[in-house]
């Protein structure tokens, strides 16, 4: 399994449930990324996309505790429906997409974090786990300085060294 994420100098994602910029150059990577793989959220991610639908072209699970069933995604109540669920995925296309806490929660889990890095400060309410920080996760590819959006980013993948298996 891997994460996908944009964030600020801070290591910021979002604030009043929604992402701190609008960078054109990154929703072209996001979709190209995902377009056709198993993307992973939390309700407060689903219900912060337009008319609370999920993503296109894309196997959308929910981690929803007490969340209704839908039929235009798998919704799971619980970490271990959860874990049982993308177990019958390639792990190579699942994707981690949000929001917050469960970021937190699967990040152990990830083999992998796809992280746009916006040269700004976005004011964030919400951050994502600094992966310069934990000693199991490095840096292993990081691209030219681009801008969008009126901003600078650079698309980097980070490798993490011990990844938890899913009790």
């Known amino acids: ?12 994602i979002g604030k009043k449930n929604d992402l701190l910029f609008s960078l054109p150059a990154d929703m072209k990577h996001f979709r190209e ?3 056709g793989k198993v993307v992973v959220m939390g309700s407060n991610t689903l219900l912060s996309f337009p008319g609370g639908k999920p ?6 699970i929910v981690l929803w505790p007490g969340g209704e069933a839908r039929e235009d995604c798998t919704v799971v ?3 271990p429906a959860l874990f049982a669920e993308i177990a019958k995925y390639p792990p190579d296309d699942v994707f981690v997409v949000g929001g917050a806490m469960l970021y937190r929660t699967l990040l152990p889990y990830c083999s992998e974090a796809i992280v746009t890095k ?10 994502f786990e600094d992966l310069d920080a934990l000693k199991n996760w490095s840096c292993v590819s ?24 899913p009790q």
């Open 77 to 79: 109540q619980s970490l």
């Open 55 to 60: 993503l296109k072209n894309r196997i959308n």
């Open 118 to 127: 916006v040269d700004a400060d976005g004011g964030a309410e919400v951050f």
């Open 1 to 12: 399994m891997k994460t996908i994420v944009v964030v600020d100098k801070n290591w910021g």
């Open 33 to 35: 990324t995902t377009l």
């Open 142 to 165: 990081e691209s030219a300085p681009e801008q969008t959006g009126g901003f600078t980013i650079r698309f980097t993948v980070y490798r993490n060294a011990e990844v938890c298996l």
